[in-house]
């Protein structure tokens, strides 16, 4: 079966600075990899999504993730954090193409300084 | 823009009551799923619904659990007997087609706490 690891349940940077949330997956097939925000008290939004087309994805928010397949990653980055990033981040995975449940990883929560 | 909504925010139960999830999917969708998240662990499938049906459901989906799209907008999730490991936060979700590569839109969540 396949899983999702995010390394670091907690990431603090300071605005302006680099934000980069580890994602690493398990899988024997091609996988569909997403990345979810989740800002306070509100539901899971999808920030962008891996469908075998580019490797670079690049979703809302000036958030962007590269699928490396030799790495077995898909590590989200944005240049230049601001406050309003603050929040949780879960990657997904979808099992295979007979099902379209999601497999999360445990999030990583994102806090940005002044 | 179009959203899922979740009621209630909080649930508060004790031991063997019976609880009642409610969702509103978004209105022109047909995938439905309930997921739920433990305190400090992964978000985790329960289960997936089309066309009145119970499409795929996992290990913790057991007889306790129950779905239901009463009415045509509503879905819910029902546990017959709650225990008090089922206390987590409980998201349903939707999509417009049953493909793994579609978006699966959530809503905020119930946080169920089980006494």
């Known amino acids: ?114 | 823009e179009p959203e899922v909504t979740q009621t209630p925010s909080h649930q508060v139960t004790q031991m063997g009551q019976e609880v009642i999830l409610r969702c509103v999917p978004i209105s022109n969708h047909l995938y439905f799923y309930w997921y739920r998240q433990i305190l400090g662990q992964k978000v985790e499938f329960l289960v997936s619904f089309y066309n009145n049906e119970i499409s795929e459901k996992s290990e913790i989906f057991d007889d306790q659990f129950s779905v239901e799209r009463p009415d045509g907008s509503n879905f819910t999730l029902k546990i017959r007997s709650t225990k008090l490991e089922d206390s987590a936060m409980y998201f349903c979700a939707s999509a417009g087609v049953a493909d793994p590569t579609d978006t699966q839109y959530f809503g905020p969540g119930t946080r169920l706490t089980v006494l």
């Not at chain 1, 539901?43 to 993730?65: C, D, M, P, R, W």
């Not at chain 1, 699928?67 to 230049?80: A, D, G, I, R």
């Open chain 1, 1 to 114: 079966a396949q899983s999702v690891t995010q390394l670091g349940s907690h990431v603090s940077v300071s605005e302006g600075a680099l934000v980069l949330l580890r994602c690493n997956y398990s899988s024997s097939v091609p996988p569909y990899l997403f990345w979810y925000v989740q800002y306070p008290n509100q539901g899971l939004q999808l920030l962008l999504k891996y469908t075998s087309a580019a490797t670079l994805v690049k979703g809302i928010n000036g958030f962007e993730a590269e699928f490396k397949k030799s790495e077995t990653s898909f590590h989200l980055t944005k240049p230049s954090a601001h406050m309003s990033d603050a929040a949780e981040y879960f990657c997904a995975v979808s099992e295979d193409l007979d099902t379209d449940k999601l497999i999360f990883g445990t999030g990583t929560r994102l806090q940005v300084f002044p």
